[in-house]
Nanobody, 123 residues
């Protein structure tokens, strides 16, 4: 059983900073990519940023230059540093682990989601 646990959400002022963390635990051999998605009220879930096992990153245009995604592979943990957040960044942020291989010789891979953490940007 693989579990993703997010932390670090809360209330932040516009222009401030906030750091989200997500730790994956359980029977895990490798994770190809980890990332952050968000869903605001009345909107569809959207990608915020992803990072691959090779360190390649991808950002939504709306957060480029403000948010930074990083990963500690030894800890199966991914971080999202949110700098200069805006009110429109308010959403529930979800952690995702994709291409998860549970054992060394497994052919199948899996995807998992965290339970979400609320981020509210307001003065």
């Amino acid at each position: 059983q693989v579990r993703l646990v997010e932390s670090g959400g809360g209330l932040v002022q516009p222009g401030g900073s906030l750091r989200l963390s997500c730790a994956a635990s359980g029977t895990i051999f490798s994770i190809n990519a980890m990332g952050w998605y968000r869903q605001a009220p009345g909107k569809q879930r959207e990608k915020v940023a992803t990072i691959t096992i090779g360190g390649n990153t991808n950002y939504a245009d709306s957060v480029k230059g403000r948010f930074i995604i990083s990963r500690d592979m030894a800890k199966n943990t991914v971080y999202l540093q949110m700098n200069s957040p805006k009110p429109e960044d308010t959403a529930v942020y979800y952690c995702n682990a994709d291409g998860v291989r549970l054992r060394p010789f497994d052919v199948s891979t899996y995807a998992y989601w965290g339970q979400g953490t609320q981020v509210t940007v307001s003065s």
